[in-house]
């Protein structure tokens, strides 16, 4: 046996180690010291019960923790390519970690993506280019019922809270957005002392725990609420429906998480588990969803009231346009949040496999609003993996109008995608309450960072809308994006999917969204409860309705064309291709 042979070559080493120490030389004690250590090593490797490989190869069966911890770092730095490492592969890293030290992140000697292979994207650029502006493009956030709208920035930080980010993280990202003059997003976990102070516009998010505006038993406050939403660094204020990790999932923070300044900024008690419901309990419906809506907008004195949601069920988002019309209120923004997953913990099921990924949410959204002749009226932001002019721009044209990003602002404060933001041991001190690692995270400096990074990324954003030949993104039209669906094939935006006219869905539902416009209801959310059961009939359910394109989403060959951008129905340059 294994276990045996080891321990008995342990014990004769210590014994030979131990005589020639006492007999010979004092200098073997050098050996017998470290001999002794591993045969108590090996003595409660074999005695201890939770590990069956260390029973079975006490000592050398530690190797294999020891391989399985430093696997990532092995696979990051000697296995991966420049392009294929994930989340967030070597290039992009390296093109934020160079913006946010201030030098121009260029690379020569070709493109290393294989331009043939099917998923390839690329935008196509005009002879003449278009004319760079002087300042910022920006978006104004606030529809025909605001009254103190906020033109916010196209690349704004996404939503990261004090708890899962440390307190010199959540400052050098507000003093970078404070010197940028863009939006940092609070995240749920409430408004704290580290967002306020510096002058920042912020974006204060709330959740199902109503963090920082709930009363004693965890139910919203609307005294509590006024207060935090008239301050003058809130432009805007965002419900958190849902998050692309893990949509549908409440959560807890254990009680010896909760510490006096995660309690404070949190209104809950110190030591006690810190409880978000997976939904709210504030609204029930998307009717009482708007009516929540327009008292929010009355109780911040009339800012910008949006909400975010990783998209699921298209018929809930239907749900919602049909409260939005028949109640008459809207949302200023919704930000669309993909399942591609970011910052937070969540089980594997859910990162891999829960949720709507970004560019299919932002179909959804955008086609659900222009369908109803809401669109103009309510922005689209998109939060996900972005880091680059090229994000931004390509997500612009999908139909978003601004964009939220969070883990390239964290690597912009030094984040290493270490992949440990869950487990208080970030080695950089950006998502821990260690505050021995914290205190490596210099405020200054790293809020620098972000100025930096920040200023790049929109100015790079602003020459690739030059090269495309136009001025701003409302110029942006669907034929500029390709994606190489095969090795001979080409096609547009514009082609790849299926885009409603404004008003489509109240005159004339296209069969693809028929179904789901007539399940929906103002009244629910979630699956109709007539259609329960239906898998057991493919074609029809167990009350005869038809189910056919019931919460489709059909990609395909279609003229319609997005209002307000120019694009030409039946346009013979189309982009698309067959060879």
């Known amino acids: 046996m294994v276990a045996i042979a080891v321990f008995v070559a342990l014990l004769a080493l210590v014994a030979a180690s131990v005589l020639l120490a006492v007999v010979v030389s004092a200098w073997w004690w050098l050996l017998a010291g470290p001999a002794i250590l ?16 260390l029973r079975n190869f006490p000592v050398i069966g530690r190797g294999r923790y020891l391989m399985e911890t430093i696997r990532p770092m092995i696979q990051q730095y000697f296995v991966e390519r420049n392009y294929d490492g994930k989340p967030f592969d070597r290039d992009v890293r390296l093109l934020v970690y160079e913006r946010a030290a201030g030098t121009h992140s260029v690379k020569s000697f070709g493109t290393e993506l294989e331009v043939r292979s ?46 899962s980010l440390s307190k010199n993280a ?39 725990g109503y963090f920082g505006c709930r009363d004693a038993d965890g139910n919203f406050s609307p005294e509590e609420f006024a207060a935090k939403a008239r301050l003058d660094e809130v432009r805007a204020i965002s419900i958190k429906l849902s998050q692309g990790a893990k949509p549908g999932l409440g959560g807890v923070l254990p009680g010896d998480k909760v510490t006096p300044e995660i309690a404070e900024a949190r209104g809950v008690p110190v030591g006690m588990d810190c409880i978000s419901p997976p939904g709210h309990s504030a609204f029930g419906t998307p009717t009482e969803m708007m009516e929540f809506i327009a008292q929010l907008r009355e109780l911040s004195g009339g800012k910008p009231i949006g909400f975010k949601l990783c998209v699921g069920m298209r018929r809930d988002f239907l749900a919602l346009c049909k409260a939005m019309l028949a109640t008459g209120i809207l949302p200023d923004f919704i930000i669309v949040d993909g399942a591609e997953g970011g910052t937070g913990a969540a089980p594997l099921e859910y990162e891999d496999h829960m949720g709507t990924p ?40 999908q139909g978003a109008d601004f ?68 001025s701003g993104p409302e110029e942006l039209d669907l034929r500029m994006l390709r994606r190489r669906i095969s090795q001979t094939e080409v096609v547009t935006y514009q082609t790849l999917y299926n885009w409603l006219r404004h008003g ?59 209002e307000g951008r120019d694009i030409i129905q039946d346009s013979p340059d189309d982009g698309s291709y067959h060879a």
């Open 118 to 163: 099917p998923g390839y994207e690329y935008l196509v650029h005009s002879v003449q280019p278009g004319r760079i502006p002087e300042g910022e493009h920006r978006v104004r956030l606030g529809g025909p019922q605001c009254t103190l709208p906020y033109d916010a920035s196209l690349l704004n930080i996404s939503a990261m809270s004090f708890g």
């Open 504 to 562: 489509e869905l109240l005159s004339d539902p296209p069969r693809g969204w028929a179904a789901d416009w007539n399940a929906a209801s103002a009244d629910r959310f979630g699956p109709d409860p007539r259609l329960r059961g239906a898998r057991y009939s493919p074609d029809r359910n167990r009350d005869g309705i038809p189910d056919v394109g019931l919460d489709d989403a059909p990609v395909g060959t279609s003229g319609s064309p997005i």
């Open 170 to 208: 959540v400052l050098a990202m507000n003093r970078g957005a404070a010197k940028g003059g863009f939006l940092h997003d609070t995240g749920e976990g409430g408004l704290t002392k580290y967002h306020l102070g510096a002058g920042t516009d912020l974006l204060w998010e709330f959740g199902s």
């Open 38 to 53: 591993l045969l108590v090593l090996g003595i409660i490797d074999i005695t201890q019960r939770e590990r069956a490989i």
């Open 358 to 397: 970004l560019a299919e949410g932002l179909h959804i959204v955008h086609n659900a609003l222009m369908g109803c002749g809401l669109r103009e009226h309510i922005r689209i932001g998109a939060a996900g993996k972005i880091a680059s002019g090229h994000d931004i721009v390509r997500l612009l044209i």
């Open 403 to 470: 964009c939220m990003s969070a883990r390239a602002m964290m690597m912009a404060v030094g984040c290493i995608q270490a992949q440990k933001c869950h487990t208080n041991h970030c080695p950089t001190g950006v998502a821990t309450q260690d505050p021995k690692l914290a205190r490596g995270l210099d405020v200054p400096s790293k809020s620098e960072q972000v100025y930096n990074y920040h200023r790049a990324t929109i100015e790079e954003t602003k020459q690739m809308l030059s090269t495309l030949g136009v």
